[in-house]
């Protein structure tokens, strides 16, 4: 894996006063009725413009929100982002309402050394999903100096993130990106044994960092919904219990993949049940699930298993919830799992939407070694996957 360049490079070997650096930021965050509801991405990224804005930079900011389809939409518009971005930079942030174009030029023209724009929805023109090379080339003439901080989209061949990496003259790893690079290269050259605990609802959607994971982790354990797709491959009890009947095979060669290469697999040896998904059901813990009722979450002695791994980890990797996470009654085995990385002497790294939630609402945040802002991009990462974002600027 060639070397990223990064921020700290960039800024020791030109200035870049008064020069146009574009930033591929990740500011996908939900937006309700014009408010930002959750700004930790944006923060995410505050250190990077932070640098580049006191080093005199005149600082163009660009991101995706949401998933418009090629076509601009109010309720995907980046303005609200603009607005909270404003207040936690305590500056102006000029918000520029297209991302190509005469507004976009002319406001980039206009902007003075340390200040600061942002783009309209780069989503809002289909050509940005499709990498189009003349999109590529618009977006690339507001730019001087290329910085991708955009962690989150660094597995996606956009014209943002690889097409016009090419055509700008300098271009560096943001600090958000280069720490992400850097926390998450420690699962590929992990500090034994590793333990990763991989959660959510499908299969289908981690089979190949599952298959992956298999044969480099010295034990994987397995919770959430997926769980019950392994449980039916080994021939278990599911009950009501969501299962993928098109990836019980998947789910057994993962299982002889582990096995081959002289691994652990962890599955749930009692579990969580109720009769419907709901708050207000009555639950109990099982050693079986039975007929009519469904797991919901992994139980207290599947949890301390899960627990006890982590402890004697010397590098912890976690994605995904152990249950129903959304529902208090069934959050129990995704905290467990949660305070046992955070109380773990073991470099530990947390990815995934859910998984940051449980931390953070814990408040043990601070006692996770890094939180990657990147779901898809870190299970891609930790493949041994070659990410476009990353490889663009490796070119």
């Not at 926390?183 to 990763?196: M, N, S």
């Not at 790294?349 to 609402?361: F, H, M, Q, W």
């Not at 043990?364 to 990353?390: C, K, M, W, Y």
């Amino acid at each position: 894996m060639a070397a990223v360049p990064s921020l700290d490079q960039l800024l020791s070997q030109a200035p870049v006063r008064g020069q146009r650096v574009f930033v591929r930021a990740d500011l996908n965050v939900p937006t309700k009725n014009g408010v930002v509801g959750d700004d930790t991405r944006i923060r995410a990224t505050l250190p990077t413009l932070r640098r580049l804005a006191s080093a005199g930079a005149r600082v163009i900011v660009a991101s995706h929100l949401g998933r418009p389809k090629g076509k601009a939409d109010p309720q995907y518009s980046l303005a609200p982002v603009a607005k909270r971005l404003s207040e936690l930079l305590g500056m102006p942030v000029v918000f520029v309402p297209d991302c190509v174009g005469a507004a976009a030029e002319s406001a980039v023209e206009k902007l003075p050394s340390g200040g600061v724009a942002l783009l309209e929805n780069l989503r809002f023109h289909a050509e940005e999903e499709k990498n189009d090379p003349t999109f590529a080339r618009r977006l690339a003439a507001l730019a001087d100096v290329y910085v991708n901080d955009a962690f989150g989209t660094a597995h996606r061949a956009h014209a943002s993130t690889a097409g016009m990496v090419g055509l700008v003259p300098r271009v560096a790893a943001g600090d958000l990106l280069q720490a992400e690079l850097q926390h998450l290269r420690v699962v590929l050259e992990p500090i034994r044994p590793l333990v990763c605990v991989l959660g959510g609802a499908k299969v289908s959607d981690k089979i190949a960092v599952l298959e992956a994971l298999a044969e480099r982790a010295d034990v994987l354990a397995i919770g959430g919904a997926m769980a019950y797709t392994f449980l039916r491959a080994e021939g278990e009890p599911t009950g009501s219990s969501r299962v993928e009947e098109d990836h019980v095979s998947d789910a057994r060669r993962v299982l002889q993949a582990a096995a081959g290469a002289g691994r652990r697999i962890l599955l749930p040896v009692d579990h969580v049940v109720a009769e419907k998904l709901s708050a207000d059901t009555p639950s109990r813990v099982a050693k079986q699930i039975p007929d009519g009722w469904l797991g919901v979450d992994i139980g207290p002695e599947t949890a301390a298993i899960y627990a006890a791994e982590v402890r004697k980890a010397g590098t912890v990797f976690w994605n995904g919830p152990m249950g129903v996470f959304e529902i208090e009654s069934f959050a129990k085995g995704t905290e467990a799992v949660a305070r046992a990385i955070a109380d773990s002497k073991a470099v530990s790294v947390v990815g995934g939407g859910d998984s940051l939630a449980a931390v953070n609402k814990l408040g043990l945040g601070s006692r996770v070694t890094h939180l990657s802002t990147g779901g898809g991009a870190s299970l891609e990462f930790v493949q041994g996957l070659t990410l476009p974002g990353v490889a663009a600027l490796e070119r």
